[in-house]
């Protein structure tokens, strides 16, 4: 079977879901009557439609999974993984403002898994092209995470795992 990453790491906002948790929603989150995530204006918030079965399918693949994400609004960050029950697919979270750069060095020390063992999703190009000059196979996510984007991060990163 082809190469597997040692840790998987996700940006949250535009990857995960389809806004930015610290201006496009008002926090704090709480999970409504009829089973609904909802900001605290009662705004309905949704994850794109394939992120549960795209973090099930790596924990499947026994793959760990981690969030790096530079927004200010840590605490509703952290609320709406837990809301969502995405919590329990992430062993990792780096969820604070400053450089990708600087979530990643810390994965790295806390999980002791090289950058060239870590795959990365993010729709920010400035991201990917940080945090790929440490090594780490980034993937450019457009129009939210998905299985084909898996799919397709998981066979770039075997081929870079191959070489040329």
Known sequence: MARLPKLAVFDLDYTLWPFWVDTHVDPPFHRSSDGAVRDRRGQ????????????????????PVAAASRTGEIEGANQLLELFGLDRYFVHREIYPGSKVTHFERLQQKTGVGFSQMIFFDDEKRNIVDVSKLGVTCIHVQNGMNLQTLTQGLETFAKAQAGP
């Open 44 to 63: 309905a918030v949704r994850l794109y439609p394939e992120v549960p079965d795209v973090l099930q399918q790596l924990q499947d693949l026994d793959v």
